[in-house]
């Protein structure tokens, strides 16, 4: 299969609730895809949440994957760039050389 994502980007935040950074990519090419948070799994691993607008007392989702086979494309892969960043951090929060 085509890689679908390019332009992985992503900037680790203090956890906060599970969540532990923030992730943005670029889909075939042509979307800008933003605002996912990436969120510790209680089994281990993560997971992807999608923005969503409060609108009265409703969340509304902003964007999200529509089918579990691109959910799971885009998770694998902003997972494994998250996990990269994560580790050229050394315990002082700085790029190793």
Do not use: C
Not at 19 to 38: E, H, M, Q, R, T
Not at 54 to 79: C, G, H, W
């Amino acid at each position: 299969m085509i890689n679908r994502l390019s332009e992985v980007q992503i900037i680790p935040i203090k956890p906060q609730n599970g969540l532990v950074a923030f992730a943005s990519f670029v889909w075939d090419k042509n979307l800008y895809l933003g605002s996912i948070g990436i969120m510790t799994r209680p089994q281990g691993g993560y997971r992807l949440v999608y923005p969503t607008k409060k609108i009265a007392d409703r969340n509304l989702n902003i964007f999200y994957p529509i089918n579990r086979e691109t959910a799971q494309l885009i998770e694998s892969e902003v997972v494994k760039q998250f996990e990269e960043v994560m580790n050229n951090y050394d315990r002082h929060n700085r790029f190793n050389t």
